[in-house]
């Protein structure tokens, strides 16, 4: 295996790894193992540190998973990332909405090093990618059985960011079968302007977006008018609710979309982002399926506040 190959494990270290610890909050547990690094690296600023940790809490919390947290922050006054766990066998409330950790995985990186922060992030989603990955770290009693826990999760940490390190699944699919209405619906409660669209055997046809939705209720012949006010009360609005439930998603959906490979440098991402003015790419699989989306915001915070 070639050295330039690293895992996630090799920037853990026995020693900076808390056992059967007893804490009331995220507060304590944090100041516990901040206070452990701090003994191995003197430059920490404790209080500085759990600052910056508990102020990202609030804004995006970092419970992944039920039993699991994976608190992080980038400190100008460190050089190199540093790695400490917390087990918890009883379990803490560690948000403001009382859910129980038993995991507390802490990871800090210099604040200039974006891509190792991201790599190691990912890293860990992918060790904690099954649920019961968090039970069995949980039930874990010593520092050298969770050494030997990560060991065993041969994780590597790419060479090269790609899309698939800055993807996130989509949290709405629609079906080119759908109705409007369902549509309509699925846009309302998700966080994106666009929804991709499949087909029965889940290959990717189109984007549902909010403005297809609008050139659909305002047709382009419309559009050439320059004072739409006579038309009254949002009729075309109105006419379009009313046939809802029976005009298809793939009647009014885009079928031009930009989809990259899962495989392509997340460098990439950056550049198409700019020269196609989109907010939002689609990332494809090795078959060419739909494996998740980025959106230019969810891209931006990786590379510079998350």
């Keep these: 295996m070639p050295d330039s190959i690293k895992h996630f494990y090799e920037y853990l270290f026995v020693n900076n790894i808390c056992c059967n610890m007893q804490a009331e909050n995220n507060v304590s547990v944090l100041q516990e193992l901040l206070n452990t690094l701090k003994r191995h690296v003197p430059s920490i600023d404790v209080d500085k540190a759990i600052r910056e940790l508990l102020a990202r809490e609030e804004i995006f ?8 947290a994976l608190p992080h922050a980038r400190l100008p006054e460190i ?19 009382g859910t129980r950790v038993k995991v507390v995985v802490l990871l800090l990186t210099p604040l200039d090093e974006p891509n190792l922060h991201i790599q190691l992030i990912s890293a860990l989603a992918n060790i904690f990618l099954e649920k019961s990955s968090v039970d069995r770290l949980a039930e874990q009693t010593t520092p050298s059985a969770v050494m030997q826990f990560f060991h065993g ?24 079968t759908d109705t409007l209405q369902q549509a309509i619906s699925k846009l309302a409660t998700s966080r994106s302007e666009e929804l991709p ?21 305002l047709p382009e012949h419309l559009l050439w008018m320059e004072d739409l006010s006579p038309i009254d009360r949002f009729q075309p609005f109105s006419d379009l609710l009313k046939t809802s439930t029976d005009t298809k998603v793939a009647d009014v959906m885009r079928e031009e979309y930009l989809a990259v490979p899962e495989t392509l440098p997340a460098i990439q991402l950056a550049k198409l982002f ?26 931006c915070g990786k590379l510079f506040w998350d």
């Design 197 to 217: 669209v499949v087909d029965r055997d889940g290959d990717l046809r189109g984007v549902f977006s909010l403005t297809e939705l609008l050139k659909f209720t």
């Design 274 to 299: 700019i020269v196609n003015s989109v907010r939002q790419m689609i990332i494809l699989d090795q078959k060419g399926k739909l494996a998740g989306i980025v959106e230019l915001k969810d891209f």
């Design 153 to 176: 999760n041969r994780v590597e940490l790419n060479s090269c960011l790609t899309a698939a390190d800055m993807m996130r699944p989509p949290a709405f699919v629609l079906q080119e």
């Design 61 to 68: 919390p970092t419970i992944v998973t039920d039993g699991l």
């Design 79 to 97: 050089t190199e990332p540093l790695v400490a766990v917390a087990i918890l066998p009883d379990g803490i409330p560690f948000d403001t909405k």
